[in-house]
Structures are given as structure tokens and as C-alpha cells.
């Protein structure tokens, strides 16, 4: 059973920086999944896509409310994902969740199969 934990969610200035992490057990990513991703979801909303990265190439995916301030990566030896968040705004905040994916659309909530119990960004203005 694939086990994801997030870390790094904090209360932080708006124009500050986070970094966010993503450690998986049970099993290497790169053999559990094809694509990891970060979701968020704030109070009242539904989750929503934020980064996604594939488990064997380089490729990244971002929701057009993140590009050139979130940068996503990936340590295959430490099995784990990061998400880097620069120049946040209030409305980044929310409950940050990772999840693994075999099949589907990194977009969707639904391709995914293991999910962590998130990790809380709060971003003030």
C-alpha cells in the first residue's frame, strides 16, 4: 500500500516562499505511479489541480494560476516530490494535498489513486 505524507504547510506572508514535500512509501513512485501531483483545496471549493510531474521523465504540468511561480520536482532516490511555491497570494491558500496516478488526466481528482492527508498553507495579506 503506497503511503504519501505532506510537509512544509505554514502561515506565510503574501510575496513570500514555501516549499512543500511529499515523502512516499510502500513502494518507489516510479514503480506505484506514473504521475505524481499537488492538489490544493481551500474552505468550500472543490480540490483543484495544481502541479503534476511524471514518476519517469522530467515533464511538468501547472494550472495556469501557478506558472512561473510554482516548480514542481522530484527526488527518485529519496522517493519524494516537492512543490516550490514563490511569490504567494492569498488566494494559494489552502489545503495542499500529493497524490500518485497510473492512468488518466493529471487534472483530475479521479485518475488518482493514493492520496496524503495535506498539509495547510495559509497565506496572508
Known amino acids: 500500500q503506497v503511503q504519501l505524507v505532506e510537509s512544509g504547510g505554514a502561515l506565510v506572508q503574501a510575496g513570500g516562499s514555501q516549499r512543500l514535500s511529499c515523502a512516499i512509501s510502500?513502494?518507489?513512485?516510479?514503480?506505484?505511479?506514473?504521475?505524481i501531483g499537488w492538489f490544493r483545496q481551500a474552505p468550500g471549493n472543490d480540490r483543484e489541480f495544481v502541479a503534476g510531474?511524471?514518476?519517469?521523465?522530467?515533464?511538468?504540468s501547472y494550472t495556469d494560476s501557478v506558472k512561473g511561480r510554482f516548480g514542481i520536482s522530484k527526488d527518485n532516490a529519496k522517493n519524494a516530490v516537492y512543490l516550490q511555491m514563490n511569490s504567494l497570494k492569498p488566494e494559494d491558500t489552502g489545503v495542499y494535498y500529493c497524490?500518485?496516478?497510473?492512468?488518466?488526466?493529471?487534472?483530475?481528482?479521479?485518475?488518482?489513486?493514493?492520496w496524503g492527508q495535506g498539509t495547510q498553507v495559509t497565506v496572508s495579506s
Open positions: 497524490a500518485t496516478a497510473r492512468t488518466g488526466d493529471w487534472r483530475y481528482v479521479t485518475s488518482y489513486d493514493f
Open positions: 510502500g513502494g518507489t513512485f516510479s514503480a506505484s505511479a506514473n504521475f
Open positions: 510531474i511524471s514518476a519517469h521523465t522530467d515533464t511538468t
